[in-house]
């Protein structure tokens, strides 16, 4: 069974950082890529980043891009997200989600985990 | 403001058919990327629903389907259930933004 566990969500004042971790299970998290989704209170979805298998390639949302940095730690099956120079509106749910398809601009996201909220408020 | 455009709600009775429309443009749907769609049940993580426009993974029920054609792409649920209450979001990839994208999310409400 696929596990996703996320942890590090926390209150942040603006302009502090947070570093977020996902734990995966049950199945060969180094040949997959990984991504991070989020969603404000009472909003919709929306992608944030993504790395390749072997940790070479990231991808980021315009919205975050020179603030956060993901990366992995493929022996330990762990995937992270370090976020810097927070803003209100980096407020959210942030999911560890797994990707699946054959062509990076065709992958979708096919296992969420449960998300881990962070809140950026002084 | 989303890439990908869904109306905010739509509603049916038990049994009924509805279908949740995702509207993109040239340089998404209309790109040939292929569209895939999500549930999320309220207070829960969202679960893949339809994969490369049209495929299901083998635990959804075959009352979903989807298609795509042009720069638009439809969910449609046939014998509505109470349990299908629930946010469904279409998600593409747009090589304008070189960035994967959501649709602004569908509120199903069964009456």
């Known amino acids: 069974e696929v596990q996703l566990v996320e942890s590090g969500g926390d209150l942040v004042q603006p302009g502090g950082s947070l570093r977020l971790s996902c734990s995966a299970s049950?199945?060969?998290?180094?040949?997959?890529?990984m991504s991070w989704v989020r969603q404000a209170p009472g909003k919709g979805l929306e992608w944030v980043s993504t790395?390749?298998?072997?940790?070479?390639?990231?991808y980021y949302a315009d919205s975050v891009k020179g603030r956060f940095s993901i990366s992995r730690d493929n022996s330990k099956n762990t995937l992270h997200l370090e976020m810097n120079s927070l803003r209100d509106e980096d407020t959210a749910v942030y999911s560890c989600?797994?990707?699946?398809?054959?062509?990076?601009?065709?992958?979708?996201?096919?296992?969420w985990g449960q998300g881990s909220l962070v809140t950026v408020s002084s | 403001q989303s890439v990908l455009t869904q109306p905010p709600s739509v509603s049916g009775a038990p049994g009924q058919t509805v279908t949740v429309s995702c509207t993109g443009s040239?340089?998404?749907?209309?790109?040939?990327?292929?569209v895939h769609w999500y549930q999320q049940l309220p207070g829960t993580a969202p679960k893949l629903l339809i994969y490369?426009?049209?495929n299901r993974p083998s635990r959804v029920p075959d009352r979903f389907s989807a298609s795509k054609s042009g720069t638009s792409a439809s969910l449609a649920i046939t014998g509505l259930q109470a349990e299908d209450e629930a946010d469904y979001y279409c998600q593409s990839y747009d090589s304008s933004l070189s960035a994967w994208v959501f649709g602004g999310g569908t509120k199903l409400t069964v009456l």
């Open positions: 989600v797994k990707l699946a398809g054959w062509i990076t601009s065709n992958w979708y996201f096919d296992y």
């Open positions: 490369d426009n049209s």
């Open positions: 040239s340089s998404n749907i209309g790109a040939a990327y292929a």
């Open positions: 790395i390749v298998y072997s940790g070479a390639t990231a």
């Open positions: 049950g199945f060969a998290f180094a040949g997959v890529a």
